[in-house]
């Protein structure tokens, strides 16, 4: 799951989830916000065929169509599995999806070579000894670094993460962008989850921090607030 913020990031998403889930053999579902994104009128530099054939080259091609299914070379995917092979097979996924972050990430490098736009799986803007910190992904991101800017320009110690890669969520990812000032973290999700303990970008948050303490990944521990925010695109600001 991949999330852009922008006319321009949708634009080149696209790109970068094409050739990442050719690489990876990893689903994609790139994703932005409906009206406040897809409906905006906005100018963008254009990807041309060039770079397109840079990221998807021949080889990623080729080698997705020979694991395509065929009759001139016949095989068995899919099917129903019993319970003695299925569990097996569900687990057998996950060094796909472990490896995952690493190829979005090299993807986006070798994106940012093509056009000088570089991008992060987690995108940190503001002062780099921050203490309070807003995480929030889609085209509110873009709206709270906006403010992060006016308030780093007056010497307010506070900062935005940009969720761009939200499955599979990269823990070690994550916390090597937060700066190692923080104290407070402030989640926003754009969605209401009724009985649950928190919203879905929140309980990863949360998550994510208690592992990487006991991974020794880290030594952060904020104090962690959630928030919601644009329901129904309702006005953010």
């Known amino acids: 799951m991949l999330s852009s913020d922008s006319v321009q990031q949708a634009h080149d998403f696209a790109l970068i989830a094409q050739s990442a889930t050719l690489r990876s053999r990893v689903p994609f579902l790139h994703y932005f916000d409906g009206f406040r994104t897809s409906h905006e009128v906005s100018k963008i530099e254009m990807l041309n065929d060039e770079d397109l054939r840079s ?70 803007f503001g002062a780099p000894d921050a203490e309070n910190v807003v995480i929030v992904m889609g085209s509110g991101a873009d709206v709270a670094h906006e403010y992060v800017e006016y308030a780093k320009a007056k010497g307010e110690k506070i900062g935005v993460l940009k969720v761009r890669l939200y499955r599979p969520f990269s823990i070690k990812h994550f916390v090597g962008s937060l700066p190692k000032t ?46 919601r925010y644009g329901l129904s695109s309702k006005e953010f600001t």
């Open 55 to 124: 990221m998807v080259t021949d080889e990623l091609v080729a080698t997705h169509r020979k694991r395509a299914l065929s009759p001139d070379k016949p095989v068995i995917r899919g099917t129903a599995q019993n319970p003695d092979v299925f569990f097996q097979a569900r687990e057998a996924c996950n060094p796909y999806f472990n490896a995952c972050p690493g190829i979005v990430q090299e993807e986006m490098d070798k994106f940012a070579k093509l056009t000088g736009r570089q991008y992060q799986l987690f995108e940190y």
């Open 182 to 227: 923080t104290k407070k973290l402030t989640v926003l999700d754009r969605v209401k989850e009724p009985g649950a303990p928190g919203d879905p970008v929140y309980l990863d948050v949360i998550t994510a921090l208690r592992e990487a303490r006991e991974e020794g990944l880290t030594t952060l521990d904020p104090k962690v607030i959630a928030g």
